[in-house]
């Protein structure tokens, strides 16, 4: 049974910090890129970051770059996404995505404000 489960998501305030986990199970994890999207409520999905699948290339949006760091544990079939020097823009659910097979999770919400 394919699975992930995001978490780590919450309220915080702008400057601050989160650190997002997506635990992965039923597949060949490290076989797959992994990335995270966000999606706000009228707003189109957006990636935020993807990762190789041994961890030996990273893309991000523009919006995000220099701000959130992608990485990944093998060993641990999780994926994980630093969030730092948050802006209210960065409010959204975001999901992680097995790159090929098109694995989502179910989310974690992230709300930055004051």
């Known amino acids: 049974q394919v699975q992930l489960v995001e978490s780590g998501g919450g309220l915080v305030q702008p400057g601050g910090s989160l650190r997002l986990s997506c635990a992965a199970s039923?597949?060949?994890?490290?076989?797959?890129?992994m990335s995270w999207y966000r999606q706000a409520p009228g707003k189109k999905r957006e990636l935020v970051a993807l990762i190789t699948n041994n961890g030996g290339s990273t893309k991000y949006a523009e919006s995000v770059k220099g701000r959130f760091t992608i990485s990944r544990d093998n060993a641990k079939n999780t994926v994980y996404l630093q969030m730092n020097s948050l802006k209210p823009e960065d409010t959204a659910v975001y999901r992680c995505?097995?790159?090929?097979?098109?694995?989502w999770g179910q989310g974690t919400q992230v709300t930055v404000s004051s």
């Open positions: 039923g597949f060949t994890f490290s076989n797959y890129a």
């Open positions: 995505l097995t790159v090929g097979l098109s694995y």
